[in-house]
């Protein structure tokens, strides 16, 4: 069984900064994409950015320019570096890792963007 455990999550002012760190228990060489998503309170849960092999890399058009998403394979660590924060950023923060034909997830870290 994968476990994806988030951290970096927290309370922060409009304009500012967080990392976000997705720390998965196996080589992330094995996943097909790891990713992050975002569900703020009534709405569905949506896709944030995408890291694939070969660092290909795709952002929802709300975050481009502002958020980059990478990979340090020796310790198993997908991050998030969002920059800019703007209170609609606030949401829970959900790691996942597709390793065809299964889907893995965190539990969730909180963001919150004060304005």
């Known amino acids: 069984q994968v476990q994806l455990v988030e951290s970096g999550g927290g309370l922060v002012q409009a304009g500012g900064s967080l990392r976000l760190s997705c720390a998965a228990s196996?080589?992330?060489?094995?996943?097909?994409?790891m990713g992050w998503y975002r569900q703020a309170p009534g709405k569905q849960r949506e896709l944030v950015a995408t890291?694939?092999?070969?660092?290909?890399?795709n952002y929802a058009e709300s975050v481009k320019g502002r958020f980059t998403i990478s990979r340090d394979n020796a310790k198993n660590t997908v991050y998030l570096q969002m920059n800019s924060l703007k209170p609609e950023d606030t949401a829970v923060y959900y790691c996942?890792?597709?390793?065809?034909?299964?889907?893995?997830w965190g539990q969730g870290t909180q963001v919150t963007v004060s304005s």
């Open positions: 196996k080589s992330i060489f094995s996943f097909n994409s």
């Open positions: 890291i694939y092999s070969g660092d290909i890399t």
């Open positions: 996942n890792a597709w390793q065809s034909p299964y889907d893995y």
